[in-house]
């Protein structure tokens, strides 16, 4: 079956750096875009970025451009998640997900979904 495994959350200082991995296994990696999503306690899942299967394209929420970058390895199955300059509102449960088409953007055009990472930005 398909599964999405995220790692490399954790606790971090304010302006510190973090890179989340995920990877994938039971799809064929290059039939998808992926997608990060985070959510924080008492608040919707959010887009957070998004590329697209050949990595050419992506897309970030504005208020993570020029902080985050989304990047993947399709020789490994793998799409990456660098966080710079965090801070303490970048606390949150990050998802990744798998898109199969539609606007990936939108989570509701993901299919599958990894269990989440925790981030946790200490001020």
């Known amino acids: 079956q398909v599964q999405l495994v995220e790692s490399g959350g954790g606790l971090v200082q304010a302006g510190g750096s973090l890179r989340l991995s995920c990877a994938a296994s039971?799809?064929?990696?290059?039939?998808?875009?992926m997608g990060w999503f985070r959510q924080a306690p008492g608040n919707e899942r959010e887009f957070v970025a998004a590329?697209?299967?050949?990595?050419?394209?992506?897309y970030y929420a504005d208020s993570k451009k020029g902080r985050f970058t989304i990047s993947r390895d399709n020789a490994k199955n793998t799409v990456y998640l660098q966080m710079n300059s965090l801070r303490p509102e970048d606390t949150a449960v990050y998802y990744c997900?798998?898109?199969?088409?539609?606007?990936?953007?939108?989570?509701?055009?993901?299919?599958?979904w990894g269990q989440g990472t925790q981030v946790t930005v200490s001020s």
């Open positions: 997900a798998a898109s199969y088409n539609g606007d990936t953007r939108v989570d509701v055009n993901y299919g599958y």
């Open positions: 039971g799809l064929t990696f290059t039939n998808y875009a």
């Open positions: 590329i697209s299967w050949s990595g050419r394209t992506t």
